[in-house]
């Protein structure tokens, strides 16, 4: 019988987003964004424990407000990754998930099917998990807000873009564009190594933390997500989730 892993969320909260500041804390129906986040991650039950782990007293103290568990940085950050790295190093855990912030429609049934890869065979060259959606329409292709992610046979990810990839030079061949969801699901070793090791060019100018894992040669596995990410990057995106709320409320 497989052991059971230990296995706890972290969820990165930056106040001073770039493309829209102070996200976090913006009102969704009632409750700030990171709130209704933290609370979708603890809703799934599949964690020991969950975490928001940040540099701001305000969100610090929200949580705290909100009856919930939340670490201070003690260094500067300059992606989630790294913030996670530090609040882990000394805590007994086998897998730690990173929960967006800014993702509060995280789901039950994704969570559990990236998990689920560290107990198959195989688990053992598996250094992370995460997920990728298929997309179709030209507009969420083209879009550099949306990470793409190419995989090989086995669904190891070869490499990620904000380009569309591939690129599609003979349109007779058909080929399926995949969008990459912001959860990853690390072994503890795998976000320690990624927190020591330095930022090298592609990730500097694609600005997307998982290709340091692949130019390391870390192995992400990809898993399958039917079910679309809605992350709040924008004004219209918080919008769109408050009428997503509303409607699952029934109002």
């Known amino acids: 019988m497989t052991e059971k892993l230990k296995i706890i969320a972290m969820i990165p909260?930056?106040?001073?987003?770039?493309?829209?500041?102070?996200?976090?804390?913006?009102?969704?129906?009632?409750?700030?964004?990171?709130?209704?986040?933290?609370?979708?991650?603890?809703?799934?039950g599949l964690f020991d424990d969950v975490y928001v782990v940040t540099d701001s007293n305000l969100i610090y103290e929200t949580i705290l407000q909100n009856?919930?568990?939340?670490?201070?940085?003690?260094?500067?950050?300059?992606c989630g990754s790294d913030r996670i790295a530090e609040a882990v190093e000394n805590l007994d855990v086998d897998i730690v998930v990173n929960v967006q912030g800014d993702e509060p429609f995280t789901n039950e049934?994704?969570?559990?099917?990236?998990?689920?890869?560290?107990?198959?065979k195989g688990a053992e060259h598996i250094d992370l998990a995460s997920l990728m959606t298929p997309?179709?329409?030209?507009?969420?292709?083209?879009?550099?807000?949306?990470?793409?992610?190419?995989v090989d046979h086995e669904n190891?990810?070869?490499?990620?873009s904000r380009a569309p990839i591939p690129f599609p030079?003979?349109?007779?061949?058909?080929?399926?564009?995949?969008?990459?969801?912001?959860?990853?699901?690390?072994?503890?070793?795998a976000v320690l190594d990624f927190y020591k090791l330095p930022m090298r060019n592609l990730e500097a100018a694609e600005k997307i933390e998982a290709i340091r894992y692949l130019e390391y040669g870390k192995r992400i596995k990809m898993v399958f997500s039917e079910t679309p990410a809605i992350g709040i990057d924008t004004p219209q995106d918080l919008e769109d989730a408050r009428?997503?709320?509303?409607?699952q409320y029934g109002n």
Do not use: C, W
């Open 156 to 160: 190891f990810a070869l490499y990620f």
């Open 67 to 78: 009856g919930g568990k939340v670490i201070m940085s003690q260094k500067e950050h300059n």
């Open 109 to 120: 049934a994704d969570m559990r099917n990236v998990l689920t890869v560290f107990y198959e």
């Open 169 to 189: 030079r003979d349109r007779d061949i058909e080929v399926v564009y995949y969008k990459h969801k912001g959860i990853y699901a690390f072994r503890k070793q």
């Open 243 to 247: 009428l997503i709320l509303k409607s």
């Open 13 to 44: 909260a930056r106040y001073e987003a770039s493309r829209f500041p102070g996200k976090l804390m913006q009102d969704l129906e009632g409750k700030p964004v990171i709130i209704r986040t933290y609370e979708a991650a603890v809703k799934t």
């Open 135 to 150: 997309i179709t329409a030209i507009d969420e292709i083209e879009n550099p807000n949306n990470v793409k992610v190419i």
